[in-house]
Every structure is written in structure tokens, then in C-alpha cells.
């Protein structure tokens, strides 16, 4: 598939079947991970794997947003490994989110669907995983393939005009 239509294609999953994922399709999902671009090539992505009852149980008690899927990932980064510019942004999250879209595009490919989910309680997934004081929680990842039931949102196809998106040279004749 070209990855235009892969992109356009792909969309955050609600329904999920509870059929695991194999573990060759989840190390392709992972390892698509470890070689997206962070700042200055720091790499301070952080992935934890929950794919256990127990742990999964764990992932409810901090979220409401699992959808039934067999995998999730908690999607942090080692803020004393990311790169920061304080007049511009801090680049683990930058970075964690570069590293989860190329993730969910993966899976995407493999016919394995995802959802970045923000609604957490970043204290209780702490809590439940022991996550160190030095990970910043940014997301959970739900994975897993879709029920029969499933499909895009409503407003899936609908994004705003290039025009309105994009500008050339002069930003302020364009933007107010």
C-alpha cells in the first residue's frame, strides 16, 4: 500500500477484537519504534508492554479508553535523557509522539489497529507499573485487531482544506 492511502486509511480503533497479536507482528510494531528520529538522536522513548490479564486490569483501574484490546502500551520518555529547548518545546514528548505515530502506521500496515488515548490518570499507571519518577507518562497505545463492528468515526474523512493548513513565505497575509 502507498503510504498516502495507508495514512488516510488508518484510524484510532474503538472496538477491538480479543485476539492477541502475533509476537513477530508486535516486534515489527516495536522496532518501528526504536528507529523513528527523536532530537539529536537521544532516543528517550520509553515503551512499556502490557499484554497480561493482571496488567491489563491495571490499565483499567487508570483508564477507561482501553476498548477491550489484548495490548496496550504505555508510551513514556526519560526526561533526563530528552532533549529540551525552553523557548520552543519540550522534545520527549516531541519525540514519544514521533515514535507512536510510526508505531501505529506499522501496525497499521500489518492489519493490527491502535488508538492514542490521553484520557489517563498518569498517577495511577505509576502506581500500577512502578513507573520511575524520571518517565514523564505521555499516552497508552490500545492494539489489537477490530471487531467485526468496526469502523472509522464520522468525521474520519473530513480535514480541513490545504489552504487553510498551509501557507507559503509570508505567514501574517495569510493567518488573523
Same mark, same amino acid.
Given at each position: +500500500?502507498?503510504?498516502?492511502?495507508?495514512?488516510?486509511?488508518?484510524?484510532?480503533?474503538?472496538?477491538? %477484537?480479543?485476539? *492477541?497479536?502475533?509476537?513477530?507482528?508486535?516486534?515489527? #510494531?516495536?522496532?518501528? /519504534?526504536?528507529?523513528? *528520529?527523536?532530537?539529536?538522536?537521544? $532516543?528517550?522513548? =520509553?515503551?512499556?508492554?502490557? $499484554?497480561? %490479564?493482571? /496488567?491489563?486490569?491495571? #490499565?483499567? =483501574?487508570?483508564?477507561?479508553? =482501553?476498548?477491550? %484490546?489484548? @495490548?496496550?502500551?504505555?508510551? @513514556?520518555?526519560? +526526561?533526563?535523557?530528552?532533549?529540551?529547548?525552553?523557548?520552543?518545546?519540550?522534545?520527549?514528548?516531541?519525540?514519544?509522539? !514521533?515514535?507512536?505515530?510510526?508505531? +501505529?502506521? $506499522? %501496525?497499521?500496515?500489518? /492489519? #493490527?489497529?491502535?488508538?492514542?488515548?490521553? &484520557? !489517563?490518570?498518569?498517577?495511577?499507571?505509576?502506581? $500500577?507499573?512502578?513507573?520511575?519518577?524520571?518517565?514523564? !507518562?505521555?499516552?497508552?497505545? *490500545?492494539? /489489537?485487531?477490530?471487531?467485526?463492528?468496526?469502523? *472509522?468515526?464520522?468525521?474520519?474523512?473530513?480535514? #480541513?482544506? &490545504?489552504?487553510? +493548513?498551509?501557507?507559503?513565505?509570508?505567514?501574517?497575509?495569510?493567518?488573523?
Amino acid at each position: +500500500m502507498a503510504f498516502l492511502d495507508l495514512a488516510k486509511s488508518r484510524y484510532s480503533e474503538r472496538r477491538f %477484537a480479543p485476539d *492477541p497479536i502475533e509476537p513477530e507482528k508486535l516486534a515489527q #510494531i516495536l522496532e518501528a /519504534g526504536r528507529v523513528a *528520529p527523536t532530537a539529536r538522536n537521544l $532516543q528517550p522513548q =520509553r515503551i512499556l508492554v502490557v $499484554q497480561s %490479564a493482571e /496488567g491489563l486490569a491495571k #490499565i483499567d =483501574r487508570a483508564s477507561k479508553c =482501553r476498548f477491550g %484490546a489484548p @495490548t496496550v502500551l504505555v508510551l @513514556t520518555y526519560d +526526561m533526563t535523557v530528552a532533549s529540551h529547548n525552553p523557548d520552543v518545546v519540550d522534545f520527549g514528548i516531541v519525540d514519544t509522539s !514521533i515514535v507512536a505515530t510510526h508505531m +501505529m502506521l $506499522q %501496525a497499521s500496515e500489518l /492489519g #493490527i489497529h491502535s488508538c492514542w488515548v490521553g &484520557l !489517563i490518570d498518569p498517577s495511577e499507571l505509576r502506581r $500500577q507499573f512502578e513507573i520511575p519518577r524520571t518517565h514523564r !507518562i505521555i499516552s497508552i497505545m *490500545p492494539l /489489537g485487531y477490530p471487531s467485526e463492528e468496526s469502523h *472509522p468515526a464520522h468525521l474520519h474523512d473530513e480535514s #480541513i482544506p &490545504l489552504e487553510q +493548513m498551509v501557507t507559503w513565505e509570508t505567514f501574517a497575509d495569510h493567518c488573523g
